[in-house]
């Protein structure tokens, strides 16, 4: 059973910011959210994860909404290099537990 | 974040005959997994590899079709035997990150094409 849903698509203009949502209802509490990303033709590159508390690196930001239920993936100025598949993938840090991909999301940053 | 090679980067094979990927990594980690991309599909585990015990399989993949060897902490490979084209697909390996979050870092992949 799929733990998280994402939409199939989306496009963001360059340069704007690109907000990608992802549903994982049945979260349970000491599971994480990560996200990967995969430009085409490479393989699937980590970006960020969380647990309950916003977070930020140097690719991305992470809301997490207060009940845990989805979160928003945000790169805050799209650029060309961006278009790619989105994964949110919900799984207990623990090397116990596989890395399950879903379909993601397809990204495609307009000039 | 650990650097990846991944030896071929690509094949063409044909049916019945059997291709070793490599997977090198620039530092030593314990676990080391890999995956299969069919075309237009998501990511699949094959099987997770820790050095100096068997490989872990996952439903619907067997040791005798995809034999690991991890011979030390930075390299392992995968053999896809007996090949048919439905064993055409891009094949990745991966490895933990070091901070204690369970992220993994990829290698770039081996597309394999069976004719």
């Known amino acids: 059973d799929a733990k998280t849903t994402q939409p199939t698509s989306m496009d963001c203009a360059e340069g704007r910011a690109a907000n990608l949502p992802c549903n994982h209802s049945t979260i349970s509490g000491n599971e994480y959210v990560y996200w990967y990303r995969q430009i085409h033709s490479q393989g699937p590159q980590y970006i960020i994860h969380?647990?309950?508390n916003n977070e930020t690196n140097e690719m991305a930001s992470l809301i997490i909404t207060e009940d845990r239920k989805s979160s928003t993936l945000i790169l805050p100025h799209a650029t060309l290099r961006d278009t790619a598949v989105y994964y949110c993938?919900?799984?207990?840090?623990?090397?116990?537990?596989?890395?399950?991909f879903g379909t993601g999301t397809r990204l495609t940053i307009i000039p | 974040s650990a650097v990846i090679s991944q030896k071929p980067s690509r094949d063409i094979c044909q049916r019945g005959t059997s291709l070793t990927i490599q997977c090198q990594v620039d530092s030593q980690v314990t676990m080391m997994f890999w995956y299969r991309q069919q075309p237009g599909q998501s990511l699949t585990l094959i099987a997770t590899?820790?050095?100096?015990?068997?490989?872990?399989?996952e439903s619907g993949f067997v040791i005798d079709k995809f034999p690991i060897s991890r011979p030390n902490l930075t390299f392992s490979t995968l053999t896809v035997s007996n090949m048919s084209p439905e064993d055409s697909s891009i094949y990745l390996c991966s490895v933990e990150g070091r901070d204690g979050f369970y992220e993994q870092y990829f290698g770039p992949g081996t597309r394999l094409t069976v004719t």
């Open positions: 993938i919900v799984r207990v840090a623990s090397n116990a537990e596989k890395l399950t």
């Open positions: 969380g647990l309950k």
């Open positions: 590899a820790n050095q100096g015990s068997e490989a872990t399989y």
